[in-house]
């Protein structure tokens, strides 16, 4: 395969504007859920730039478990995306849920995201391997690593090689939290594929509180970087208040893990 070590020993490094991930230096995607407004993500963008994250997060098209929840900004969450990145010089993620929006995503993001709730919807999997930008593929909500995998493997099948795999946690019989964090999945990736693995505590967990020890044992695990979410404001925010971190949470966790890796 080749998203397999054998295939491929060394490990890949990925390229994003400069901005290398999985080649040992830590990296941090850090922003809302969803795109709110015009106000709520430049404010996010200060804070996420002065907190030191490269990369900005943003859901313009919200795959929401209920039909009537917020269901994002769409095109108009990208602009305001691509003009948050512009002004702070951040590397822009952002989800595409549809083989019919790829192209549009594409003009405005750095890097592609695949849901967790898409990763084996193996049509957008090969259209996002048709692209020149990079994606990150969360891991379903009760995928293996084996299927994950080769939802990666559809996508490099298609030419793609800059896949960046994004632990969420994975539907277990624990309900205090939202998803069971497997961590074990960065070893064992680490182990059986060449590619870089990110974790996302906040899907991971649920719970802003959790958010900074799964970060900090994310690292220790070998992590190449952190996803967070993280609002100006998480009592108003529109989607995944309980899990978002405030400013002074971002950045006190940025810190601790920089410091963290620093001591790895
Ligand atoms: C997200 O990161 O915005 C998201 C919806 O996460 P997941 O696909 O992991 O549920
Ligand atoms: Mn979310």
Request: hydrophobic share 40%.
């Amino acid at each position: 395969k080749l998203v397999s070590r054998e295939y491929h020993p060394q490990p890949t490094v990925i390229d994003i504007g400069g901005i290398k991930i999985g080649d040992g230096n830590l990296v941090a995607i850090a922003g809302p859920c969803a795109v709110e407004s015009k106000e709520q993500i430049m404010q996010a963008a200060d804070i996420v730039k002065s907190g030191g994250a490269q990369f900005l997060r943003g859901g313009a098209y919200k795959p929401r478990t209920s039909p009537y929840s917020f269901q994002g900004l769409e095109e108009l969450g990208l602009k305001y995306l691509a003009e948050a990145g512009e002004r702070t010089g951040l590397k822009i993620v952002s989800e595409v849920t549809e083989v019919e929006n790829v192209n549009k995503v594409a003009e405005y993001v750095d890097v592609l995201q695949i849901g967790a709730r898409n990763m084996q919807n193996f049509r957008l999997l090969k259209e996002v391997g048709r692209q020149n930008k990079p994606v990150l593929l969360k891991r379903g909500i009760s995928a293996t690593i084996d299927e994950w995998l080769n939802a990666a493997e559809y996508i490099m099948s298609e030419g793609n090689e800059r896949i960046i795999l994004c632990e969420r946690g994975i539907r277990s019989y624990e309900e205090y939290t939202r998803n069971t964090l497997d961590l074990s999945a960065v070893a064992a990736v680490k182990h059986l594929s060449h590619l870089p693995i990110i974790v996302d505590p906040s899907h991971g967990t649920g719970k802003w509180r959790m958010v900074k020890p799964m970060a900090f044992a994310a690292v220790a695990a070998g992590a190449d970087g952190l996803m967070m979410e993280m609002h100006p404001d998480p009592a108003k925010a529109l989607s995944d208040g309980p899990q978002s971190l405030t400013p002074e949470h971002y950045r006190d966790i940025m810190d601790g893990v920089s410091r963290l890796a620093a001591f790895l």
